[in-house]
């Protein structure tokens, strides 16, 4: 499943991840991901991990492929898995900060990434 966060907010995009991550679940997003798009010009991104099992479709970075240069800063909540989630994000999204934290570490998370 994939949820958008209450939390989420001008250039600030809140999602959580739980389980598996269907297209159905990333259709159900993209209409409010398209209108922040729509209206930004730069992004902060926050994605809870915490549950998170993976995509179960093929072009999961495609289909979350907007202008890199566009993504200010990303922080990461979850487990180990997300730990690598984030390794990579570091690693492909040079030109962003991002930062990884552990999954009771939300509000820490939220407030780094407003900064």
Request: with cysteine; aromatic share 12%; hydrophobic share 45%.
């Amino acid at each position: 499943m994939l949820q958008w966060l209450p939390e989420s907010a001008g250039d600030l995009i809140c999602l959580k991840a739980s389980g598996r991550v269907s297209d159905a679940d990333y259709r159900a997003i993209r209409p409010q991901l398209d209108e922040v798009l729509a209206n930004q010009t730069s992004l902060r991104l926050f994605g809870d991990f915490s549950d998170f099992e993976g995509w179960q479709w093929a072009q999961a970075q495609e289909k979350f492929s907007f202008g890199r240069e566009d993504v200010k800063k990303i922080a990461i909540l979850g487990n180990a898995f997300a730990k690598e989630l984030a390794v990579l994000a570091e690693t492909t999204l040079q030109e962003t900060e991002v930062r990884f934290f552990e999954a009771d570490d939300k509000n820490a998370a939220l407030i780094w990434v407003r900064e």
